[in-house]
């Protein structure tokens, strides 16, 4: 029997006439704060934001793949059920002090300006790491990745 994910991804496959692509779930915010979740899910599925950032460091310590164009995620909530299907269409690695302006104004932080998204980013990458024993700085690389919502149920 298929998990709900997997329901959700062969319903996008099958109406896009989609092959050999594979999905991971995801999640973006905290898994121990649906609000958070729900709130950038809701950001993301309006358009209000297409844009995300993690230090390269943070994909190593958790031993997962950086994200890669053309990769397809299961969209998860708060209650980490499937809710859409986006797609990564940028990623890059790019040093924390060179992230743009543009990038800053698409990942929704507070006033969206660079200065705001560096003193918010610079924090919680620093908060981030300390859960694996290691530090962050301004000369660490940021993986900056854009995405693309590409399917809902009720499409």
Request: proline share 5%; charged share 25%.
């Amino acid at each position: 029997m298929a998990t709900p994910s997997e329901t959700l991804w062969n319903k996008f496959i099958e109406k896009n006439h989609i092959t050999g692509k594979t999905f991971q779930t995801r999640w973006f915010g905290e898994q121990d704060n649906p609000e958070q979740i729900n709130r950038i899910n809701e950001q993301l599925l309006t358009g209000q934001r297409n844009s995300t950032s993690k230090p390269l460091a943070y994909y190593a310590s958790e031993q997962e793949a950086v994200p890669q164009v053309g990769d397809y995620y299961v969209l998860l909530n708060g209650d980490m059920k499937p809710v859409a299907v986006i797609e990564t269409v940028v990623s890059e690695l790019v040093p924390f002090l060179r992230v743009s302006a543009e990038h800053a104004y698409n990942e929704v932080d507070s006033d969206q300006t660079l200065d705001s998204w560096r003193t918010n980013s610079k924090e919680n990458f620093e908060k981030l790491m300390q859960k694996y024993d290691a530090h962050f700085n301004e000369e660490n690389p940021i993986v900056c990745e854009v995405v693309k919502f590409v399917y809902r149920p009720e499409d």
